[in-house]
Nanobody
Framework: QVQLVESGGGLVQTGGSLRLSCAAS????????MAWFRQAPGKEREFVGR????????NYADAMRGRFTITTSYANNTVFLQMNSLEPEDTAIYYC???????????????WGQGTQVTVSS
């Protein structure tokens, strides 16, 4: 059974940092696209960034570029989201997702995690 399990969320003050983890299990994800999304209260889920596991090539949403970094640990089958300079606007549930082909839309992701809450206080 394929599972994506996020962890690392919590409460942090403005300007602080958090590192989220997404533990992937149930199959090999080498060559897959692993992404982070987030959904704030009352808003639609939005793209944060993406990494292709075998190449390490990343893409980020404009609002996160320079503050957020996605990395992987193939040995541990884990994807990380390092978030720096956090702002109250970053408060959201953060989700990990996996796609076996280049994803053009959210619907093309094959697997999703359950999410982890990040709250940034002002």
């Amino acid at each position: 059974q394929v599972q994506l399990v996020e962890s690392g969320g919590g409460l942090v003050q403005t300007g602080g940092s958090l590192r989220l983890s997404c533990a992937a299990s149930g199959r090999t994800f080498f060559g897959w696209y692993m992404a982070w999304f987030r959904q704030a209260p009352g808003k639609e889920r939005e793209f944060v960034g993406r990494i292709k596991w075998n190449s390490g090539i990343t893409n980020y949403a404009d609002a996160m570029r320079g503050r957020f970094t996605i990395t992987t640990s193939y040995a541990n089958n884990t994807v990380f989201l390092q978030m720096n300079s956090l702002e109250p606007e970053d408060t959201a549930i953060y989700y990990c997702a996996a796609a076996n082909q280049f994803p053009v839309s959210q619907s093309e992701y094959n697997y999703w995690g359950q999410g982890t809450q990040v709250t940034v206080s002002s």
